[in-house]
């Protein structure tokens, strides 16, 4: 009999913190801050509000488990956290309206060597996806970057599945819009 | 006589002859007709906490102001209504809010209701809003607030801003908090 | 989906960048709390429990009923309860297995504060509980309504 790799999930390690063994959530952390960073970073605009944002979800997250809907659900509850950290860190942060849209990582990221057309591309994307209204990004990034169903985002936003259909069509069109204006510049 | 000994046996500062003023107030109040033994337990709590003699009896001080405009606000109330009362007084309600709650809940106990605004309070919600949501609620029982309760805990706990998750949670009961008191839509 | 919505999708899943600090930042704040949610394997297993557990959660308890009052803090030496409830004398709660300490303490219908304290000294509000927002002594308690 060959050696089985038994992969440790995410129940394994929430009922592991559970019991007391804190230093488990380490390996929750590790396992889902990249989604958790993407999607932040994609809603502020910003690293910093990114990383705070994130943070802030996974210590809330840690510090009310118990009521988590079960084990093997921690990682759509956690980004159920993060979507609504996300939405009161706007909220806060868009008074302030000199949000930075290219931060210096954005800026080391799109002149890093490589691909010149992919980094302005992505620069692009990202200022289209920031001239958004934050419930029409907040919708686009759900359905398309995410993969969520409609249902599943109605559960996360408290809104109607028809509101967030049209969310994300506009959301799609506007983006088509600014991108097709830029690609004729 | 016997109740003055009582105490002073009960709160060492006053038995060690510290405090004078807390023993003097208590006595104020009972004289006053409005409970000590709130009184009693926060002389004892502040001595539990090596608190400064003054700092016990500006504090016993103030819970028995709260405790006699809790009297007035709510006429005949039991010693749990009262304190409940002062907590909430103390946390910025207006003493015309708990009389519409006595008016709104007539005959009902009010330690629930004030115990859920004191708490709403607690988690950041605008002692305003709160006082709005207790009396909304009032035509109902207990076990509705605590299901409200639970579902502003929950929304708060997944993130939301507080006085968003009381706006959602009171949907969610099918009101609005600009509703009259206790009339359903 | 057009094709250059796809591109911009396929633009916006690609990774971000991550401070390499980020999960040291969080596990700070992890274990630097005293207090780790209470274990609740129980609860799913046996849902009229969970159901029981939740209303203990709220604090709101009908006549007469014994609270149970817990603290996870498998690095304490001892834990104690105070508060309106026993005249700010403590009780001493028990450790179970998982670290978490417990006590249950009968309480007729009313509302009263509470807090814990750690290791003889050390003030702790109950994570779990709603908090009284009146502080007059520069520790916070924590609040019990026992329903009629």
Not at chain 1, 20 to 38: E, K, S
Not at chain 1, 93 to 107: G, K, L, N, Q
Not at chain 2, 147 to 170: E, K, M, N, T, Y
Request: charged share 25%.
């Amino acid at each position: 009999m060959g050696i089985q790799q038994v992969e440790t999930t995410d129940g394994d390690l929430v009922r592991r913190v559970l019991a007391g063994d804190a230093h488990a959530y380490a390996g929750l952390v590790a396992r889902h801050r990249d989604r958790l960073m993407r999607y932040a970073r994609h809603v502020l605009g910003n690293r910093e509000d990114a990383e705070e944002t994130v943070q802030d979800a996974f210590v809330r997250a840690y510090r009310s488990l118990a009521r988590c809907d079960g084990p093997e659900n921690y990682e759509r509850w956690l980004f159920g956290i993060l979507v609504n950290r996300c939405r009161t860190r706007y909220g806060q942060t868009a008074r302030r309206s000199a949000v930075v849209v290219h931060d210096d990582v954005a800026i080391a990221e799109a002149e890093a060597p490589g691909d010149a057309d992919e980094a302005t591309w992505g620069d692009a994307v990202r200022w289209a996806l920031d001239q958004l209204e934050p419930l029409y990004r907040e919708a686009f990034l759900l359905k398309h970057v995410e993969d969520l169903s409609y249902e599943e985002m109605a559960h996360l936003t408290r809104t109607g599945v028809s509101a967030l259909k049209m969310r994300v069509s506009r959301a799609c069109e506007r983006l088509r819009v600014m991108l097709e204006e830029v690609e004729r510049v | 006589m016997i109740k003055a000994l009582l105490i002073a046996l009960l709160v060492p500062a006053i038995a060690a002859g510290q405090a004078p003023a807390v023993q003097a107030i208590i006595d104020s109040a009972a004289r006053a007709g409005l409970p000590t033994r709130p009184l009693v337990e926060k002389a004892l709590e502040g001595s539990a906490k090596h608190a400064a003699p003054d700092a016990i009896a500006a504090a016993v001080r103030a819970l028995a102001g709260a405790l006699a405009d809790a009297r007035s606000a709510l006429g005949t109330a039991t010693t749990d209504e009262l304190n409940a009362g002062a907590v909430a007084l103390r946390l910025g309600a207006r003493p015309e809010d708990l009389s519409r709650l006595r008016a709104a809940r007539s005959g009902g106990n009010l330690v629930v209701p004030l115990g859920v605004l004191s708490d709403l309070v607690a988690r950041g919600v605008p002692v305003d809003t709160a006082t709005r949501v207790v009396v909304a609620l009032a035509a109902n029982g207990d076990d509705e607030y605590l299901a409200f309760r639970q579902r502003v805990d929950r929304d708060i706990d997944l993130g939301a801003a507080p006085i968003g998750s009381v706006i959602g949670a009171l949907n969610s009961s099918g009101r609005s908090a600009l509703q009259s008191p206790g009339k359903k839509p | 989906m057009s094709e250059s919505i796809e591109r911009v999708v396929r633009e916006l899943k690609r990774p971000v960048a991550v401070s390499p600090d980020l999960d040291a930042k969080v596990m700070a704040h992890v274990l630097a709390d005293v207090r780790t949610p209470v274990p609740v394997r129980r609860l799913w297993l046996w849902p009229a429990l969970a159901v029981a557990a939740g209303l203990a959660l709220l604090l709101f308890l009908p006549r007469g009923k014994d609270v149970p009052f817990t603290l996870v803090a498998p690095q304490a030496s001892s834990v104690s309860v105070v508060g309106d409830f026993n005249d700010w004398k403590p009780t001493p709660l028990v450790k179970n297995r998982a670290g978490a300490w417990e006590a249950r303490v009968r309480l007729a219908p009313g509302q009263y504060n509470y807090a814990f304290v750690v290791d003889g000294s050390r003030w702790v509000a109950d994570p779990a509980a709603p908090r009284n927002a009146v502080d007059d002594f520069g520790s916070p308690n924590s609040v019990v309504t026992v329903a009629l």
